[in-house]
T-cell receptor
Framework: DAGVIQSPRHEVTEMGQEVTLRCKPISGHDYLFWYRQTMMRGLELLIY????????DSGMPEDRFSAKMPNASFSTLKIQPSEPRDSAVYFC?????????????????FGQGTRLTVV | AQKVTQAQTEISVVEKEDVTLDCVYE???????LFWYKQPPSGELVFLIRRNSFDEQNEISGRYSWNFQKSTSSFNFTITASQVVDSAVYFCALSEAWGNKLVFGAGTILRVKS
């Protein structure tokens, strides 16, 4: 498998513009996560989906942020309008959820991230 | 609430030295999972290990070893005979039994000098 694929890798945009980040999870994974990494706040969970349904969006900073997962192989994170404080690295991750047979939680695999700069 | 503390902000060692990265966690759950991830200079997050709260066996994988102690709520990571390629930011993380969402520590920057 190619792993979690994110696009674009880098995005530079002007304040006020709409930004859309894209993610293709690993095939067969039931969970998809969006994380944000900044110097000030570290790695923080924004939202996660289970079987394409948003489960917890309590980490989404404000209404300017929205995320969708229209099918099992694609998710988007949209910021509209963008602001300079949104500049960060955004990671998408996916996991199988629970190990077949044992029911144990499995690990999440991360994409390479999208470095967003809002000027 | 869940919390992960990595008190060491940055560690510098000389190649071939052993180094231990500390991780202390807080949770009210009786079932939980602990993880270590590596973030090399290229920026991606690489999974290293997952541990269940009911399995306190220490684990060794090549030069890497992990010490899980529930009594002290710690999950420490030791690199034996460090190499320059080990230079990275290392994150400890915690997840609850349901949901798989990760709470990360602040990370420890490891610099291995030749």
């Amino acid at each position: 498998d190619a792993g979690v694929i994110q696009s674009p890798r880098h995005e530079v945009t002007e304040m006020g513009q709409e930004v859309t980040l894209r993610c293709k999870p690993i095939s067969g994974h039931d969970y998809l996560f969006w994380y944000r990494q900044t110097m000030m706040r570290g790695l923080e969970l924004l939202i996660y989906f289970n079987n394409n349904v948003p489960i917890d969006d309590s980490g989404m900073p404000e209404d300017r942020f929205s995320a969708k997962m229209p099918n099992a192989s694609f998710s988007t994170l949209k910021i509209q309008p963008s602001e300079p404080r949104d500049s960060a690295v955004y990671f998408c991750a996916s996991s199988l959820g629970h190990q077949p047979g044992t029911g144990l939680n499995t690990e999440a695999f991360f994409g390479q991230g999208t470095r967003l700069t809002v000027v | 609430a869940q919390k992960v503390t990595q008190a060491q902000t940055e560690i510098s060692v000389v190649e071939k030295e052993d180094v231990t990265l500390d991780c202390v966690y807080e949770t009210r759950d009786t079932t939980y999972y602990l993880f270590w991830y590596k973030q090399p200079p290229s920026g991606e997050l690489v999974f290293l290990i997952r541990r269940n709260s009911f399995d306190e066996q220490n684990e060794i994988s090549g030069r890497y070893s992990w010490n899980f102690q529930k009594s002290t709520s710690s999950f420490n990571f030791t690199i034996t005979a460090s190499q320059v390629v080990d230079s990275a930011v290392y994150f400890c993380a915690l997840s609850e039994a349901w949901g798989n969402k990760l709470v990360f520590g602040a990370g420890t920057i490891l610099r291995v000098k030749s």
